[in-house]
């Protein structure tokens, strides 16, 4: 009981096991003087240098007792039983951190100045010193050129002449330069070979006992310090032998720098041994396979050497087992070459190439083959028999189990003695570490792989979740069986990447906050629910553009052939003079075909059940594929934001994007297309991809046009090709037809060089002014185009009949500009519906002041009028009043419950019907020019458009001619003129509307927030990642498929609550 109790409550109780004395019988008292002295003796550890015996020639002895070496260092030793002076108890954490760091800066210093190949200083070498890892100069190529070496980097040149890689090479362990003295080696052999022997010293990481910033010359040491005492007993140790410097680099004339990593831990001189004793020895302390592998002089047949070699491994010289090919064509048993490389690095031991085990692969079968027919002479005495090498291990099993039951006796009574005879009691398998586990199952692990190479096609990870299965089955621990045979058929509950990377950008988290959820979710429910952030950037790869291999036939002109380009500067390929490129513009951009490429193949889903649904074959549609592209461009207005820096530039922002409306195939059988594929949503932001994001004021003609003109000449170059792409594992070829239609009015007189909207030609189609609008509201048909813009643009700029400003403004019909990229000629229905929202609103004020009875009323009347709309509106609707038109603002205002209430409020009962007649006109016919396919949704009102539209015509022109008398809105004209030779020609109006792109104003206010970094250009660029992924297909399906995600989480949070597990399982098999 005292031996219990002092080991317990003395201070010897936080000593290790092994440092207890058997027979530990000293009193309480004399321990603590004993302690007591060592804290007085004890130096701490800067005053301590490891390389104290090196100022005499000395290397510090080994330990006596190897169990002392088990992770329990002196420092360690002295802290946990003597609890004498510690760099932790003495020095805080922080001092640590930069004393650590001004180690490694001074070990980094000294690497510079040391050459990478023979480690000579630099500063000794006369002549110029070079960089490993760059290319040849000048000089140096034409040198070898005139030798017959086509190297084009130093790299390669010293990798045939030193035999030494420097791809690999870090800073912080290799020096990055090498001297004049090597460059002429590496010349004078043509850069193929070595005509002078030069040792390469072998660098490694800093560490404490580093031979570069603690050397072992005093010359290093004295410097700056005072000498110290010699030790005692330096004299009576040996002295250093001059040969003992013999593998030492000289760096100078008093200093001296040995091969680094090489320790001799004796000072005794070094036997000299033969090469084959110690190489046998070397093998036997790595590979330990003498055991386990056969030797060559077990095979009976007298076969020549040359053949016997060919069957025997580099490493140990033994028979190969499990052999193992690189790639330099040397074999080796597969143990043999992972603990050789394990221990001296990955390289081959035969022609010391680089050879690391992913290198590592099967020999021919016939060279298996040849190798299992060798024959062997049994060993056991008494036997020898003669068999084959394929059949030996179960000969020698055959012989194990009689000796099993000639002893069975004698074994059972082995099976009650001890395993572990003396010492610490046998530990418990999960108390043990990585390395002991392994040591402990190495058998058992040995076994598990010979039976999936032979049973299971070496598909060890399947054996072993199956007998992990298996106990669990056999331990009724069905609960946690059902959780890994979730997780082995893919419907476990850890999300798929896609599926937290869906969720991610459409909660618009910040890398910041999915990493604080992901470990909360972690800590709180034991499980990896959500993956790490590493494993999101490695989905959204196969996602965004510049991932997918295509091809164009033929090849686009002044495009780059290369497939694997992501976001670009938009202002990349501009002129550098100030006229030319305006510097305070940032804009990223992805290339047009690279995005269409990545468009479709979000599609590949949607256009092989297409084909499926249309009863064609897969195999014979892989050409006459076109698809449809919409085309949007609309400024943002003011996007301000407190944080970011750069250059000043204007917080307008502007985003060209696109929509693939349709996929049709024409088949070879078949004389008419057939749509595969129609976008169900075509004015979503889900459906809108931005191509293109621009700080820029969309009123800026000029910039504007300098952006987008690289998109505009690949556009046009698409336009005469074909893309080849793989779509459901075959090569089909797709043509793009593009339209321009999701602008307002105001960009596309920007992008067509009209005159600005106030201007006297009213119309974007045809060539009426307003006047002749006013008298002729309904009859006008569509007579613009681009092509005939463009003329109209060389017209006003030459001239020709040298006509005055008047005449040839009316000739060209309102052109000022050069027309830059082409739009189709429509009706925007989001605008047009704005735009008609705000006459009427103007309608409305007009009719409560009764302005069809006054002449030019003040502007005090006007702003009474408007306050009582407000006033009206708010009260009755809660229609609360806006500084300028929105749509939702205007879909409100244009019903017939609003014209009801605006009545009220109008004095006379036949301005009232006019009014009530004048909105329900309307109500029947904005659903024509607003439906995705009015042909199917709005028949009725499609076949009545043209007398509604009369109708409507000529209740402005006689109950309303005070406010259209000789004038008329542009969207109002539009209406009323041009839909129905729209609908009749495109069959949609609202389908090419910009609505997504006008929607996703706010995902970009959003993302920037979400996004926010120092630099705009930066932030641009996620920005822009960030919305293509937000509208990427088959994310969204993973959030439809997951609508209940939150309640799955909660489930696998507390399961015991939940009663099926099958409920709330995730399904990501599909993925």
């Not at 002092?6 to 009193?27: C, F, I, N, Q, W």
């Not at 760059?134 to 190297?151: F, P, Q, T, V």
Request: with cysteine; proline share 5%; aromatic share 6%.
């Amino acid at each position: 009981m005292a031996e219990e109790s002092l080991e317990t409550d003395g201070p010897r109780s936080s000593m290790p096991a092994v440092l207890h004395h058997p027979h530990s019988k000293y009193s309480q008292w004399k321990f603590k003087l004993f302690r007591v002295r060592s804290m007085e003796k004890a130096p701490l550890p800067s005053e301590t240098s490891p390389q104290e015996g090196a100022l005499f020639g000395i290397s510090p002895p080994e330990a006596s007792n190897p169990e002392l070496n088990n992770d329990v260092g002196p420092g360690s030793v002295m802290k946990l039983c003597l609890g004498g002076k510690s760099k932790e108890n003495v020095e805080g954490p922080g001092h640590r951190v930069d004393m650590k760091l001004q180690e490694m800066d001074n070990h980094m210093n000294h690497l510079r100045c040391f050459c990478r190949l023979c480690g000579m200083v630099l500063r000794k070498v006369k002549g110029p010193v070079h960089n490993v890892h760059g290319d040849l100069d000048e000089s140096s190529k034409g040198a070898l050129r005139k030798m017959g070496s086509k190297s084009i980097s130093w790299p390669e040149v010293i990798l045939k002449v030193f035999k030494v890689d420097v791809t690999e090479d870090t800073e912080s362990a290799h020096p990055l330069l090498f001297c004049h003295r090597c460059w002429l080696t590496a010349i004078r052999g043509g850069g193929v070979c070595s005509l002078s022997r030069t040792r390469v010293p072998e660098w490694k990481p800093h560490s404490s006992l580093c031979n570069l910033c603690s050397p072992r010359k005093p010359s290093f040491q004295r410097t700056g310090r005072k000498r110290r005492k010699a030790i005692p007993r330096a004299q009576s140790l040996a002295k250093r032998t001059r040969w003992d410097h013999g593998d030492s680099i000289a760096v100078g004339e008093r200093r001296a720098l040995r091969p680094y990593g090489d320790r001799h831990q004796t000072p005794v001189l070094r036997a000299w041994r033969k090469p084959s004793t110690q190489r046998e020895q070397w093998v036997r302390t790595i590979t330990h396979c003498h055991k386990d592998h056969l030797s060559t002089k077990l095979i009976s047949e007298k076969l020549p050497v040359d053949f016997i070699v060919s069957f025997t491994c580099l490493v140990c010289d033994h028979l190969l087992s499990d052999p193992v090919q690189s790639h330099c064509g040397h074999l080796y048993c597969r143990s043999c070459i992972i603990k050789y490389n394990y221990v001296l690095g990955p390289h081959c031991p035969a022609c010391n190439m680089l050879c690391s085990p992913d290198d590592l692969v099967k020999p021919a079968k016939a060279f298996l083959s040849a190798l299992l027919s060798l024959p062997l002479l049994c060993p056991r005495e008494g036997c020898g028999k003669q068999v084959l090498l394929d059949s030996f291990k179960d000969h020698c099993l055959d012989h194990e189990l009689d000796e099993q039951d000639a002893n069975q006796q004698a074994s059972k009574l082995d099976n009650y003695q001890l395993n572990n005879k003396g010492g610490r009691p046998r530990q418990h398998l999960l108390l043990l570490t990585r390395r002991a586990q392994k040591h402990r199952l190495k058998d058992l692990k040995n076994q598990v792989r010979v039976f999936a190479d032979k049973e299971e096609g070496g598909d060890l990870k399947s054996v072993c979740q199956t007998l992990f299965l298996l106990a669990l089955r056999s331990g009724s621990e069905h609960r946690q069986a059902d959780e890994l045979e979730a997780m082995m058929q893919g419907r476990g509950f850890g999300l798929h990447p896609a599926v937290c990377l869906a969720i991610r950008v459409n909660t618009f988290l910040s890398c910041s906050q999915y990493h604080k959820m992901y470990r909360t979710v972690k800590a709180t429910s034991g499980r990896q629910i959500f993956q790490p952030l590493h494993a999101l950037r490695a989905a959204e790869k196969e996602l965004l553009p510049g991932f997918h291999q295509f091809e164009w036939q033929p090849m686009l002109k002044n495009v780059s052939t290369s497939c694997n380009v992501g976001i670009i500067n938009g202002l990349s390929g501009w002129a550098s003079s100030v006229d030319d490129c305006p510097a305070d513009t940032i804009t990223r951009r992805y290339r047009y075909d690279v995005a269409l490429v990545s468009a479709l193949k979000d599609l590949e889903e949607d256009i092989m059940a297409g084909l499926r649904e249309s009863g064609m074959e897969d195999s014979a549609c892989t050409s006459g594929f076109s698809v449809k592209i919409k085309e949007s461009c609309d400024g943002m207005g003011d996007v301000t934001e407190k944080h970011g820096g750069g250059p000043a530039i204007p917080e307008k922002a502007v985003r060209f994007s696109l929509t693939v409306m349709s996929v049709s195939v024409l088949a070879e059988d078949k004389e008419e297309e057939m749509t595969i594929f129609t976008e169900p949503k075509p004015n979503s932001e889900l459906s809108c991809k931005p191509l293109c994001l621009m700080f820029v004021d969309e009123s800026d003609h000029e910039t504007i046009t300098a952006i987008l003109g690289p998109i505009v000449a690949e556009r046009n170059a698409m336009k005469e090709s074909r893309l080849i792409l793989s779509m459901g594992g075959l090569p089909r070829s797709f043509r793009f037809h593009f339209r321009g239609t999701g602008y307002d009015e105001k960009m596309v007189r920007e992008m067509e060089g009209l005159e600005a909207s106030g201007s006297t030609y009213v119309c974007t189609l045809c060539d009426s002014s307003r006047a002749e609008a006013s008298e002729n509201m309904v009859l006008h048909s569509v007579t613009r185009n681009h092509d005939e813009n463009l003329e109209r643009y060389e017209i006003w700029r030459t001239n020709p009949f040298s006509e005055s400003v008047d005449q040839l403004r009316d000739r060209v019909k309102g052109v000022s500009a050069k027309p830059f990229m082409e739009t189709h000629p429509t009706l925007d229905a989001l605008h047009c519906d704005i735009g008609n929202a705000t006459e009427f609103y103007k309608i409305f004020q007009d009719e409560i002041g009764e302005v069809f009875q006054r002449v030019n009323p003040s502007r005090e009347e006007r702003r009474s009028w408007r306050a009582a709309l407000d006033k009206q509106l708010r009260t009755k609707m809660k229609l609360k009043p806006v500084m300028r038109m929105n749509g939702n603002f205007a879909r409100r205002l244009m019903t017939l419950e609003a014209a009801e209430v605006v009545c009220e409020l109008v004095p006379t009962e036949e301005r009232r019907e006019a009014l009530r007649e004048l909105m329900r006109l309307y109500i029947q016919m904005k659903p024509v020019w607003r439906a995705t396919c009015p042909a199917k949704e709005c028949p009725d009102q499609l076949c009545r458009y043209s007398f509604n539209s009369q109708r409507f015509a000529d209740l402005l022109s006689s109950t309303f001619k005070y406010r259209y008398n000789g004038k008329i809105t542009n969207y109002l004209h539009k209406t009323l003129a041009h839909v129905p030779e729209i609908i009749e020609r495109d069959g949609s109006i609202g389908a090419w509307a910009s609505e997504g792109n006008e929607s996703a104003n706010k995902l970009f206010r959003r993302f920037r927030k979400m996004n926010a970094r120092q630099s705009k250009a930066f932030e641009l660029e996620d920005v822009l990642k960030h919305h293509w992924l937000y509208t990427s297909k088959y994310l969204q399906k993973f959030m439809e498929a997951h609508k209940d995600s939150v309640k799955a989480l909660q489930a696998t949070i507390d399961p015991v609550e939940v009663q099926e597990d099958e409920d709330i399982t995730l399904e990501v098999n599909d993925f």
